[in-house]
């Protein structure tokens, strides 16, 4: 049977080409209702599909976007993939997600898959782009937005949070319990130095204790980002002889593995040990005791990522468009700090 084209569509509806273009398309010129019924009609008629792929060649773009994340096994990236997700369809697009295990040779991977693919663009929540994955980006001329990271180009295109201000606020309210100090868990010894979230969640718990003239010396631990590793490495540290009063996790993956291995130990959670972590993904408010933590708009930082990696204009010579967005952060208060116990 005969591949249906867009010329059958047309000569059935006895219109242009270019008339059925602008129906598939919705645009750019307008077409009169009666003769969209007609070319619509057609289409059904003829069983007519669009090929996405002739049309990505020609045009050099698709309606897809490729979005990169560290883990999806991860509450707080699960959830802001989803919110992009949401935000690409309300502008008419589709995402591709692959998962970079933190690895540079998979964020690689998926970066050539995705732009072969000729993806609108990328939306990366990344360590940092690898030296190889920037020469992907420039051999493609990709459009790129960071998400949840701090450019370290100035040219870079981002969207990120104030970790620091969060980290600070909520070492802040822990130490306004009367804690004789808060102990932090950070990364793991291949967090990057600079741009990192939990970079700067360890910043801001450090500014905070400074200000409050404490010592950090001691206080500050290494633990993977997700809940099982954290959980092996707590046990360790709250059943060894100088277990913190009050910790304060760079995000709350970890510090659900904190209050599992605390509740294992038999620790009382406010009592013995104050715990509050950073993200508010959504099992944060259904853990034993529910977790302080410190939350964001993802949804407001999502519909920018996408609107920047679409935003021709972001990207032109001499554009005063704002090309770095950074939101807010807000203190989510439950039980695991010692309110309302």
């Known amino acids: ?21 602008y129906v598939i398309n919705d645009g750019p010129r307008p077409v009169a209702p009666a003769t969209r019924e007609r070319v619509l009609a057609a289409i059904k008629e003829l069983g007519y599909r ?15 976007i490729g ?5 999806a096994r991860q509450p707080f990236f699960a959830e802001m993939a989803h919110a992009v997700e949401q935000a690409a369809a309300d502008r008419g697009k589709m995402v591709l997600v692959g998962n970079s295990d933190y690895l540079d040779e998979r964020e690689v991977h998926y970066l050539r898959a995705f732009l072969g693919m000729r993806v609108s663009g990328l939306i990366l929540i990344s360590q940092g782009p690898s030296e190889r994955a920037a020469a992907e980006i420039d051999a493609w001329d990709a459009r790129v937005v960071l998400l949840h990271r701090r ?20 070492t802040r309210h822990l130490l306004e319990h ?6 932090c868990l950070g990364g793991v010894e291949s967090t990057p130095a600079y741009g990192d979230p939990v970079t700067d969640h360890v910043e801001g718990w450090r500014r905070a204790m400074r200000e409050a003239g404490h010592s950090t010396d001691g206080r500050l631990f290494q633990a993977p980002y997700n809940r099982y590793d954290t959980y092996r490495v707590a046990l360790d540290l709250l059943a060894g002889p100088d277990r913190p009063p009050a910790l304060v996790c760079a995000t709350d993956d970890q510090a659900i593995g904190v209050l599992r291995a605390a509740r294992e130990l038999g620790l009382d959670v406010p009592g013995e040990l104050a715990v509050a972590g950073f993200d508010d993904v959504k099992e944060a408010a259904l853990t034993d005791p529910p977790l302080t933590t410190v939350g964001s708009d ?8 996408v609107d ?12 005063r468009r704002e090309r770095v967005r950074q939101f807010p952060t807000g203190l989510v208060v439950r039980r695991s700090c010692g309110c309302g116990a």
């Not at 979005?67 to 883990?71: A, F, G, H, K, N």
């Open 298 to 305: 993802r949804e407001a930082m999502a519909r920018a990522a």
């Open 178 to 183: 009367g804690h004789e100090y808060v102990a």
């Open 50 to 64: 669009p090929d996405r792929v002739a049309q990505a060649m020609a045009s050099r773009r698709t309606d897809l």
């Open 308 to 319: 920047l990696v679409l935003d021709d204009g972001v990207r032109a010579t001499g554009s």
């Open 151 to 170: 450019p370290e180009a100035i040219d870079d295109v981002a969207v990120v949070l104030d970790d620091v201000g969060g980290a600070q606020m909520v």
């Open 1 to 21: 049977m005969a591949k249906v084209t867009r010329d059958d569509v047309a000569r059935l509806a006895g219109t242009s080409t270019a008339v059925v273009s």
């Open 67 to 71: 979005l990169v994340i560290p883990d």
